[in-house]
């Protein structure tokens, strides 16, 4: 008989990767690990802060049990624990954003440079989601992405899961595509 580990906790953390893409293969709705390693340029990878209403979300889904009176996320209430599912990838270019804090509640661009709403799912590690998005070539070209958001939609509010500043700052290049992936790793502590 084998021992039971018993873990008491709990970290959520994560990591956003920039890629700079061949135009055939971002077509494609999940990129692998592999064709990322094979064909992608890494622009930029940093660590990103999953912020208060972020854990209060993750919280809510991991302990759902049907029938599970309303509850708060990021101020909105949800009555219905299947509609918190992330809805958003926003980037933005603020000139100098402030680092993330636990009580960020928005990117530090009010009016980011793309939204995007198609978003791929994957789970490519054990305790580990994936969301990405494409950027479209000749969509943001020369802009210097400098924070990028995870949300979800509750209510028609945009609540932020998660923050991160790349570094380095990503700029886009005219007629190029790229890949925007956003990791959510849970580790036992």
């Keep these: 008989m084998s021992p039971i580990e018993h873990v008491s906790g709990l970290r959520a953390e994560g ?3 920039i890629y700079q893409m061949p135009d055939w293969l971002l077509a494609q709705t999940a990129v692998t690990n592999q064709q990322l390693a094979r064909f992608g340029v890494l622009v930029s990878d940093t660590k990103n802060l999953i912020v208060t209403s972020g854990l209060q979300w993750m919280s809510r889904k991991l302990g759902h049990v049907l029938g599970t009176p309303p509850v708060q996320v990021g101020g909105q209430t949800v009555s219905d624990i ?108």
């Design 15 to 17: 990591r956003v990767r």
């Design 82 to 189: 299947d509609d918190l599912v992330v809805s958003k990838i926003k980037i933005g270019n603020s000139a100098a954003p402030a680092a993330p804090a636990a009580s960020d509640t928005a990117l530090a661009d009010l009016t980011p440079l793309a939204t995007y709403t198609t978003i791929a799912v994957s789970y490519p590690a054990n305790g580990t989601v994936r969301h990405s998005a494409t950027i479209a070539p000749d969509t943001i070209n020369g802009a210097a992405v400098t924070e990028v958001g995870l949300f979800c939609t509750i209510n028609s509010v945009d609540i932020l899961i998660g923050r991160a500043l790349p570094s380095p700052v990503a700029v886009i290049s005219p007629a190029t595509g790229y890949t925007v992936i956003y990791d959510i790793i849970l580790t036992a502590v």
